[in-house]
């Protein structure tokens, strides 16, 4: 259903937090595949790719067309996910739900007007495809308007 993309260059790291936080997504069905992004992967970004069972692509273009999911889910390295945060996805695809910002904690009043400054992107995989986006603010500027989920 859902492939999660990650721009993950020089953030191996900051995986150490956010890749288990998809495992129990990935056990319910709802997250299909991970599909990491690093144009120049040194050793420990292969050893993630191996050990999580996440692919791997040079650009987030080429993650887009690699990624078999409906649905893309864009993550930043550094986005700390809240445990239950699947179950608030899941709700909102039930319900019909669209394009949604996903973040780690309750937006504050002026994120919820501005826009969280850090918050994964989800969108159908044919519209994030489009114009082949560069980046996650490439893909942020399509959401138009977006549900929040926590």
């Not at 890749?19 to 992004?37: D, F, K, Q, T």
């Not at 918050?119 to 549900?147: F, Q, T, Y």
Request: charged share 25%; glycine share 10%; net charge positive.
């Amino acid at each position: 259903m859902i492939s999660v993309v990650i721009p993950a260059a020089q953030a191996a790291r900051d995986l150490a937090g956010l890749l288990p936080a998809l495992v129990p997504a990935v056990v319910s069905g709802l997250v299909r595949e991970a599909i990491l992004v690093d144009p120049a992967p040194d050793g420990a970004m292969l050893a993630i790719c191996e050990d999580s069972g996440a692919g791997l692509a040079p650009d987030l273009a080429a993650a887009l067309e690699r990624a078999r999911g409906e649905l893309i889910l864009a993550l930043p390295p550094a986005l700390r996910l809240r445990p239950g945060w699947e179950e608030s996805l899941r709700r909102h695809l039930e319900s019909g739900g669209g394009p949604a910002l996903v973040c780690a904690a309750p937006p504050s009043l002026i994120e919820r007007l501005t826009g969280p400054r850090l918050a994964g992107v989800l969108l159908p995989a044919d519209r994030a495809r489009e114009r082949k986006p560069a980046d996650l603010a490439g893909l942020r500027r399509r959401l138009g308007r977006a549900a929040l989920l926590t």
